[in-house]
Nanobody, 115 residues
């Protein structure tokens, strides 16, 4: 029904930056929530940032100021600008979309931050 494809992950040094992209395709009718989560090995998946209906943004408090979420509604695409990256940011970053009560996930893109 809906497919999410993430891109932009990779290996960076501490203090560096990455920009992740997520494009949604398929049966896009009315997006309720779209954003980013991340999961490191042995840890629970956690919210990074997301848009809710009306354009309200939610950020993890610990990431606010370093990470910025943006979107291009015409392209059904959401971005995550990650600055001042730290080794603890290393994780698989997943795009998430909620529409009509259905929750969709991308396959994830690996972000590795070296010290």
């Amino acid at each position: 029904q809906v497919q999410l494809v993430e891109s932009g992950g990779g290996l960076v040094q501490a203090g560096g930056s990455l920009r992740l992209s997520c494009e949604a395709s398929g049966s896009i009718f009315n997006i309720d929530v779209m954003g980013w989560y991340r999961q490191a090995p042995g840890k629970q998946r956690e919210l990074v940032a997301r848009f809710t209906r009306g354009g309200t943004t939610n950020y993890a408090d610990s990431l606010k100021g370093r990470f910025t979420i943006s979107r291009n509604n015409a392209r059904n695409t959401v971005y995550l600008q990650m600055n001042s990256l730290k080794p603890e940011d290393t994780a698989v970053y997943y795009c998430n979309l909620n529409q009509g009560g259905y929750n969709y996930w991308g396959q994830g893109t690996q972000v590795t931050v070296s010290s």
